[in-house]
Every structure is written in structure tokens, then in C-alpha cells.
């Protein structure tokens, strides 16, 4: 049961092993919904030919995610108001399960980096914060 998100930290996060089948044909990973991951899919997206920048700079009020670089290399720093946590995914079997309530930013794409995320929830603008004073509103802090 995922904490409610006004409470959750950089500790209710972390990089997860995805589920790999190899044999001579090479790599197979797999991840179904509230099996591999706390929750169901219900929207991906990926970025990808991100120039030399930063993405992200918002957090969610609900939406949990896992987010896979599945080419390339991209670090995600986590931020619950109280402490920050870089996760660096650079192996495309090597997922991190964001909980809702923090505030994350990408940096350090690699070129040709693809990073893909699996969501919770279908896009809503609702659900962002995209002020960080308002983010500290919101964990109450
Ligand atoms: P944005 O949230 O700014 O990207 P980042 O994840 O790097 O912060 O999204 C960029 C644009 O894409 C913005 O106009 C909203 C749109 N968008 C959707 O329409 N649906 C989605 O699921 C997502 C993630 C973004």
C-alpha cells in the first residue's frame, strides 16, 4: 500500500531489477502491471534526441512511475523536500519506481539516450507541480 503522497521520501523509491530471458538470440525483458510493478499501466511515454539539457523540474500529486533508459544513460535525482537522491539508469533491465510526491529532474543524457516511462495514470496537467515553492507547500514543509 503506497504511503499517501504528502509523506512519501526519496526512500519510498528505488532501482528495481526488470525480469530478463536470454538465450542465443540475446535479451528479452518484461514488465506486466501489478505484477513486476506496484501498479497497472496506463500510459507510456519516452524522451528521446534530448540535447545537452534538464527535464522534468516538477513533481505529482498521484501518479507513480517506473522509468527504464532502455538505450543509453540519464540520471534522475529525486527530492522529497527533505533530502535528494540521484539514481543513475544506464542498463535497459535497471528500472526505478518513482512514488508520487517528489520532485524529480533528469540531467546527464547520453546521446541516443531513450528513456521510457511507465505510468499509473492517463496524462493529466492536474496532477503536476510544477513550482518547487508549491511542492514544499505540499509536503508541508
Ligand atoms: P513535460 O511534462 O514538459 O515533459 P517532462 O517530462 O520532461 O517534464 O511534457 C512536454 C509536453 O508533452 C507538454 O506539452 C505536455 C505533453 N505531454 C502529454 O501531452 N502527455 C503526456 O503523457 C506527457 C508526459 C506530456
Known amino acids: ?3 499517501d503522497s504528502h509523506q512519501t521520501t526519496v526512500n519510498d523509491c528505488g532501482v528495481i531489477d526488470i525480469r530478463k530471458y536470454y538465450d542465443n538470440r540475446g535479451y528479452l525483458s518484461v514488465i506486466e ?3 513486476d510493478i506496484p501498479f497497472e ?5 519516452y524522451l528521446y534526441m534530448v540535447p545537452e539539457t534538464s527535464r522534468g523540474a516538477h513533481a505529482h500529486k498521484q501518479l507513480q512511475q517506473l522509468m527504464i533508459a532502455t538505450s543509453g544513460s540519464v540520471h534522475v535525482t529525486l527530492d522529497d523536500g ?3 537522491k540521484t539514481f543513475v539508469l544506464d542498463k535497459p533491465w535497471k528500472g526505478l519506481l518513482v512514488a508520487p510526491g517528489l520532485w524529480r529532474d533528469l ?5 541516443g539516450t531513450v528513456c521510457m516511462v511507465l505510468a499509473s495514470e492517463k496524462y493529466e496537467a492536474e496532477d503536476y507541480i510544477r513550482d518547487y515553492q508549491c511542492f514544499l507547500s505540499f509536503k508541508g514543509l
Not at 540531467?107 to 546521446?111: A, K, P, R, V, Y
Request: no cysteine; hydrophobic share 30%.
Open 107 to 111: 540531467d546527464n543524457f547520453s546521446g
Open 82 to 84: 527533505r533530502q535528494r
Open 41 to 45: 499501466i496506463r500510459r507510456i511515454y
Open 33 to 35: 502491471g501489478g505484477v
Open 1 to 3: 500500500m503506497m504511503k
